[in-house]
């Protein structure tokens, strides 16, 4: 199973503060990488997938980079609704992993 | 537009069964896989089961549910299910029934999930 190792687990940020979160992969899993953010009670909502297509709907701060085992997606400017918990997920084969989370909270 | 609704969640004591129900609308069902996304209370996301669109003849497990839960699907009824066997403490968690797996690059959208509580 390929393992994936998000970091760092958690951070605090500003509002406009650039937000920068990694995954790693346990082996090379190429654009085969999607970032969700999940809040409170709420269920995940994909917001990149293919390492940096930017799904419909999602604001243009967000944005994902990487290939291979490195992947990183970024929050350019952090705004009030962007505090939450972002995701990494493996879509190259099955078993299907996540990363273990990244807690974003207000500093 | 694209909705997913589970039911069929609750209280069960360890071994027993549940099945989970995912009612799909707004977008052609049969022409998706679908999955099962879970989160232990206060815990990260684990991916449960896929079944192939169409005929849903493939099917993935993960290693902790194969064995005790079956994954299936009713397409002229736009309905996804989870039979839930031999249930643990461990398997208490919110499910989710989510559109996609590795045909569609992860999953989007997800359900709003399903409480599971297994416990004496």
């Known amino acids: 199973d390929i393992q994936m190792t998000q970091s760092p687990s958690s951070l605090s940020a500003s509002v406009g503060d650039r937000v920068t979160i990694t995954c790693r992969a346990s082996?090379?899993?190429?654009?085969?990488l999607g970032w969700y953010q999940q809040k409170p009670g709420k269920a995940p909502k994909r917001l990149i997938y293919t390492a940096s297509s930017l799904q419909s709907g999602v604001p243009s701060r967000f944005s994902g980079s990487g290939s291979g085992t490195e992947f990183t997606l970024t929050i350019s400017s952090l705004q009030p609704e962007d505090f939450a918990t972002y995701y990494c997920?493996?879509?190259?084969?099955?078993?299907?992993?996540f990363g273990g989370g990244t807690k974003v909270e207000i500093k | 537009e694209v909705q997913l609704l589970e039911s069929g969640g609750g209280l069960v004591q360890p071994g027993g069964s549940l099945r989970l129900s995912c009612a799909a609308s707004?977008?052609?069902?049969?022409?998706?896989?679908m999955s099962w996304v879970r989160q232990a209370p206060g815990k990260g996301l684990e991916w449960v089961s896929v079944i192939s669109s169409s005929s849903g003849i493939t099917t993935y497990y993960a290693d902790s549910v194969r064995g005790r839960f079956t994954i299936s699907r009713d397409n002229s009824n736009n309905t996804l299910f989870l039979q839930m066997n031999s249930l643990r403490v461990d398997d208490t968690a919110i499910y989710y029934c989510?559109?996609?797996?590795?045909?569609?690059?992860?999953?989007?959208?997800w359900g709003q999930g399903i409480l599971v509580s297994v416990s004496s």
């Open positions: 997920l493996q879509h190259i084969n099955y078993p299907l992993t």
């Open positions: 707004g977008f052609t069902f049969s022409s998706y896989a």
């Open positions: 989510a559109r996609g797996g590795v045909s569609r690059a992860g999953f989007d959208p």
């Open positions: 082996q090379d899993i190429r654009n085969n």
